[in-house]
């Protein structure tokens, strides 16, 4: 879990401008439920559902677990776009959600370009490798890389900074 919890603040950086703690129930809960409906979607019910929406939504099944998970991650993103609303400077973009309420994503599909930061030669013992150690300490905790400060460093985490940098 603490890799997953890694990797999973990272994307929260980039998306709401912010990282969880390691003890947060929330991110946790994110996690979970992120983590079953990955696995619901490899079974036979999201499957049919995908073939026959017309016909098994109608029905009982794992796609409806699958659909409730789905809801509730989309209603926190929800609720962090409102919250985003209310101090937003488009000038001063902090994360996606910051752009996307300027419009600049408008029909664009977004990719970051984590490969290049993952493969830095002065910031990794085994760059060309998966290696989870980059991640933990000596405890097998988590840690913060000076790799990753171009994602959560301060209140804005500098987009273009760092695709002028990836």
Known sequence: MP???????I???????????????QHDSIIESFNKVLILQGGLGALLYNMFPWLVRHLPGPHRRMLTLTGEMMSYIEEQIKEHRV???????RDYIDCFLTE????????????????????????????PQHFLDQNGLSRK??????FSAGGDPMLAYTSDHL
């Open 3 to 9: 890799l997953t919890r890694a990797v999973s603040n």
């Open 104 to 131: 600049m994503l408008k029909g664009t599909r977004v990719m970051a370009p984590l490969n290049s930061v993952l493969h830095d030669e002065s910031m990794w013992e085994t760059p060309h490798s998966f290696n």
């Open 87 to 93: 101090d937003h400077d488009p000038s001063s973009p």
């Open 11 to 25: 994307i929260c950086c980039l998306v709401f401008g912010k990282r969880f703690e390691y003890t947060e129930k």
């Open 145 to 150: 890389r000076e790799a990753f400060l171009p």
